[in-house]
């Protein structure tokens, strides 16, 4: 799961910028190792030597990482830590826990697969095939990830 991206090198020792991509940016501070990656490229895994806040941001030094050169090279790398490591949310769910649930009507109807979470500063929106779908409480009846199935209502537009 990504919790940041790198950013400009920081000072002369290998530090650099991190912007947070995260609901708890904190867990930088106790994270010993993360995953670094560019798209269509694989992973690494690398540790952590510090962390800390600066501003909105945080300051990474990663070992091996000693020099802003070296930082410079990590630029726009995504930040990610595994499954195991990420933190349980107390109210709500991960996009990923959501995507490629079953999403059924009331009465047990098929309407498809969740395919994407968009995020909207209302509240987020569920796509299903063509269906988008408002994640509140009128429409979202039941999540269910064990059973990988939601029950929804669709939304109805007066159409003028």
Do not use: W
């Not at 501003?55 to 595994?82: C, F, R, W």
């Not at 649930?101 to 969740?114: C, Q």
Request: charged letters at 30%; one cysteine or more.
């Amino acid at each position: 799961m990504v919790i940041g991206q790198l950013g400009k090198s920081h000072g002369l020792k290998g530090e650099m910028r991190c912007r947070p991509e995260t609901d708890f940016p904190e867990r930088f501070l106790d994270t010993k190792e993360v995953e670094i990656f560019l798209k269509n490229e694989p992973a690494r895994r690398v540790t952590v030597e510090s962390a800390r806040f600066h501003g909105s941001h945080i300051l990474l030094k990663l070992s091996g990482i000693d020099s802003p050169e070296q930082a410079a090279q990590l630029t726009n790398y995504m930040v990610a830590v595994g499954p195991d490591e990420v933190v349980d949310m107390e109210d709500g769910f991960y996009h990923y826990e959501l995507e490629g649930l079953e999403v059924f009507e009331p009465d047990g109807t098929l309407i498809g697969v969740l395919q994407e979470v968009i995020d909207n500063p209302a509240h987020e929106i569920y796509r299903v095939g063509d269906v988008l779908i408002p994640a509140v409480d009128e429409y979202i009846l039941e999540i269910d990830l064990e059973a990988g199935r939601m029950v929804a209502r669709r939304p109805v537009y007066d159409e003028d």
